[in-house]
């Protein structure tokens, strides 16, 4: 837990200026679980999760990290970031939860999710203070949910709430603990330094030939040539299981399947909506908008922009009220048009079409190649599948590598020699060597086979040892200028070792640093050091040591840059607490309580999904999560 709150308190100041939205939008995601009869590639205990609803949370959560990011969150930096094993723990937390709350028979009133609503300054108009259906319209289009997800989610996060809060202690840190970890990131010191460098620390001198010959005796191991080894391995390539252009039918079938989820997309309207308490106002409204108004006016009326009641570019059930969605997508209406007022779920509401963008369908010309592509990629991966269970059937028999590739209509190729980082003895790079049968050749023992592994591309591979060579010294003559070079650099380093030993000991011998420094010619200087700080003086390995150093104590250690080395002399210690205030002090608190009792909260989690169960498919995972691709 210390070390999430070290982490936490990198950005300290930013972290107590972020208000927490009560709404759980990225912890939980949007739950729309439901059992289906086809194989789910995840399943929590009863509740099976089909494709479908993890493809659309993981693309959520892409789109999150994407909009954070300006755009530049890639799939590939999703897959860096380990984006598809968050959803899929995200989406075990929520199941066990719910099926958790079935349990128990805990219940959630109707009327409890709406003083919820109502009580949440998330949905609150600013100026008003009250609840306003466009801040919440607002809120829903920012997370991608529908109306009928959002009621879901909130009446499912409740319970779910209920259940985490019985769990969670709820209550501040204890003060000492707190103010022991506070202390520790705002504590600074007053510190003399002296970098010793190589000029300072008298004259290099110069090897003999004895003395190298000595040097590469000593260090052995430093002039040794890598291990190499000689396997065979062999490679499944998708590639290489292709099969031939799928027939027509089968295209356009493919097409009709998945024409309505890919290829179709719906009437989308970019709308200015505005919802009143009486429908005088809204009539007036209404009124003045078909008169040539701008809608502007209304919105400030409201004690909003015109940017806070406009939704760009969404479809009819976006829309959380049905009876706004119903006039505000009703056929005709064109931009500029007024739609209502319309007697909804939250007042009466009026809404101006800003924009219309008609429903578009991709031709099936246009993706035909597309869809060839996966239904090639399909048939490749059920050859490959098919031919690793042909393998491993005749290595089951005792076949060899080579001969258990046979039966698979393939064959075994021989790498090697080669070393850990795909380089021959002569210094040229194996080609055609990927990086997991490389690395997984150099876990086995001579002798051994792997069993299949898998490629990053969707390939499978297995690898038999046949030879290694282990690390052997290089004679000097071949290394002689490597050896000079190494000598004199571990010469430098013992000169200013040496130097700087003289110093310390004359300061445990009494002298101060200062009469320590002076036949070095050179000044001692003082500066203020914070917890964390490294430069080109000292670094951060430095750093920390001055800080775990009792006062008046004399530390050293390398220097931030170059072959110098750093002495330093704590002199004072104090703390910055003017950096904090009193509300920075509490909301801590409030911090290291929460990073408490989320470790409480983390272990009972475990506790449910094991008693519950969890199980995936790797591979349709995989698959849904682009990766491998």
């Known amino acids: 837990m210390l070390k999430q709150v070290r982490s936490g308190l990198k950005n300290i100041v930013v972290l107590f200026g972020i208000a927490l939205l009560v709404l759980s939008f990225a912890l939980w995601g949007v739950p729309e679980m439901r059992n289906f009869t086809e194989r789910a590639p995840m399943r929590v205990g009863k509740v099976a999760f089909s494709a479908q ?25 999703a897959r860096k970031a380990g984006v598809g094993e968050q959803v899929v723990a995200q989406l075990a937390n929520r199941s066990v939860l719910q099926q958790e709350a079935e349990k128990l028979g805990l219940l959630m009133p109707a009327k409890l999710v709406q003083d919820y609503l109502n009580a949440n300054e998330a949905f609150q108009n600013p100026a008003t203070g009250k609840f306003d259906p466009v801040v919440l319209q607002n809120i829903l289009q920012a997370n991608n949910l529908t109306a009928g997800q959002f009621q879901e989610l909130i009446t499912l996060d409740l319970l779910r709430d209920q259940l985490v809060q019985s769990v969670a202690a709820g209550t501040p840190a204890p003060k000492p603990l707190a103010d022991a970890l506070m202390l520790r990131q705002v504590e600074m010191r007053r510190v003399g330094y002296l970098t010793i460098t190589d000029d300072m620390a008298g004259t290099p001198a110069e090897p003999t030939p004895a003395a190298l010959k000595a040097f590469y005796e000593k260090e052995k191991k430093s002039f040794e040539s890598p291990e190499y080894r000689t396997f065979s391995a062999l490679i499944l390539r998708p590639e290489d299981y292709s099969g031939p252009a799928p027939a027509e039918a089968l295209l356009r079938e493919a097409y009709e399947r998945d024409r309505e989820r890919l290829y179709e997309k719906p009437e989308k309207r970019t709308l200015y909506q505005a919802t009143f308490d009486s429908q005088a106002e809204a009539d007036a409204a209404a009124a003045s908008l078909r008169q040539g108004g701008p809608f502007e006016k209304i919105a400030a009326a409201k004690g909003l ?42 007042g009466w509401t009026v809404a101006q079409i800003a924009g219309v963008k008609p429903p578009m369908i991709t031709p099936f010309e246009e993706v035909r190649g597309e869809i060839a592509a996966n239904l090639n990629k399909d048939v490749s991966r059920k050859k490959i ?3 690793v269970e042909a393998v491993e059937d005749a290595r089951d028999t005792g076949a060899i590598l080579p001969d258990a590739a046979k039966a698979a ?136 040591d001055v800080f775990e150093a009792p006062p008046k104590s004399v530390v050293s250690g390398d220097a931030g840059a170059g072959d110098g080395q750093t002495i330093v002399e704590i002199r004072e210690i104090g703390f910055a607490k003017s950096r904090l205030g009193a509300a920075e002090d509490t909301a801590f608190r409030q911090f290291v309580a929460y990073q408490l009792n989320q470790e409480y909260v983390d272990a009972w989690l475990a506790t449910l999904r094991e008693d519950y169960g969890v199980k995936t498919d790797a591979e349709r995972l995989a698959v849904l999560f682009n990766e491998g691709q």
């Open 385 to 387: 599948l098919a031919a």
């Open 409 to 544: 209509g393939a064959s075994v190729k021989t790498f090697g020699p080669v070393d850990s980082f795909s380089f021959a003895r002569d210094g040229a790079i194996v080609a055609e060597l990927p990086g997991e049968v490389l690395g997984e050749a150099f876990l086995l023992a001579e002798g051994e086979e792997s069993e299949a592994r898998e490629l990053a591309n969707g390939g499978y591979f297995f690898v038999q040892v046949e030879g290694i060579d282990p690390p052997a010294l290089i004679p000097y003559a071949d290394v002689a200028d490597e050896v000079a070079q190494k000598w004199r650099a571990n010469e430098r380093k013992t000169r200013i070792a040496a130097a700087v030993k003289r110093v310390t000991d004359a300061v445990a011998k009494g002298d101060s640093l200062a009469a320590a420094a002076a036949p070095f010619n050179r000044a001692v200087l003082e500066r203020l050091l914070a917890r964390g700080q490294a430069d080109e003086t000292i670094s951060a390995e430095l750093a920390e």
């Open 53 to 77: 609803t993890v493809q659309a949370e993981y693309n959520r959560a892409v789109q999150r990290r994407r909009e954070e990011s300006g755009g530049k969150f890639t799939d590939e930096d």
């Open 305 to 346: 922009s015109l940017s806070a009641v406009t939704f760009t570019e969404i479809t009819r059930k976006d829309v959380l009220d049905p009876a706004v969605a119903e006039a505000a997508f009703a056929p005709g209406l064109v931009a500029g048009s007024v739609a209502g007022p319309v007697k909804g779920m939250f």
